[in-house]
């Protein structure tokens, strides 16, 4: 199995940074792409940023120029670094990994995700 843990969550007031973690264990071949997505209350998930290496990332427009997501593929990590943060970034934030394992004697590539930590942006 594969476990993603993250950390870096917590109140923190507008215009504040935070940084998310994202931790991937178990068995690996390969972590084909990472992301964060985020859940407010009585909305649906939604993308804030993915990364599948350095260069190649995607962010939503809501984020762009504030968040940069990051990874460090000899730890099997991703960051979010969030600054100039907003109220309405207030949200659950759940780490997503697309992951390369073996399947028998194939390798299949399987989707998992975090258990989320909470950001709250507030005064």
């Known amino acids: 199995q594969v476990q993603l843990v993250e950390s870096g969550g917590g109140l923190v007031q507008p215009g504040g940074s935070l940084r998310l973690s994202c931790a991937a264990s178990g068995s690996i071949i390969s972590i084909n792409s990472m992301g964060w997505y985020r859940q407010a209350p009585g909305k649906q998930r939604e993308l804030v940023a993915s990364i599948i290496s350095g260069d190649n990332t995607n962010y939503a427009d809501s984020v762009k120029g504030r968040f940069t997501i990051s990874r460090d593929n000899t730890k099997n990590t991703a960051y979010l670094q969030m600054n100039s943060l907003k109220p309405e970034d207030t949200a659950v934030y759940y780490c997503?990994?697309?992951?390369?394992?073996?399947?028998?004697?194939?390798?299949?590539?399987?989707?998992?995700w975090g258990q989320g930590t909470q950001v709250t942006v507030s005064s």
């Open positions: 997503n990994a697309m992951v390369s394992r073996w399947r028998g004697v194939r390798v299949k590539e399987y989707e998992y």
